[in-house]
């Protein structure tokens, strides 16, 4: 299934790409996020990220449907 998936801070930098449209066999944001961390090293831990599934955050285990826009939102601080 194609998923839409968008990067903010250094999840950005680390996949080099502000969002990208992938093809995956997965059914969970979990799944998704493990083949991504996999793949670009983001080095954080899911419980430290907030997840949103088509603009509504969402639990890791929510399933995932063809044409979903997935978000993965790191910790941010600024003043």
Same mark, same amino acid.
């Given at each position: 299934? /194609?998923?839409?998936i968008?990067?903010?801070? $250094?999840?950005? &930098? @680390? ?5 990208? #449209?992938? %093809? ?5 944001a979990?799944?998704?996020? /493990?083949l991504?961390?996999?793949?670009y090293? $983001?080095?954080? &831990? @899911?419980?430290q990220l907030?997840?949103? #599934?088509? %603009?509504e ?12 826009k997935?978000v ?8």
């Amino acid at each position: 299934m /194609n998923l839409t998936i968008k990067y903010y801070a $250094f999840l950005r &930098d @680390k996949a080099g790409v502000s969002s990208e #449209v992938i %093809d995956v066999d997965i059914r969970t944001a979990e799944e998704l996020y /493990n083949l991504l961390n996999e793949k670009y090293q $983001f080095q954080i &831990d @899911k419980s430290q990220l907030r997840v949103a #599934v088509n %603009d509504e955050f969402v639990d890791f285990n929510t399933s995932l449907v063809g044409n979903d826009k997935v978000v993965f939102i790191p910790p941010v601080a600024g003043g």
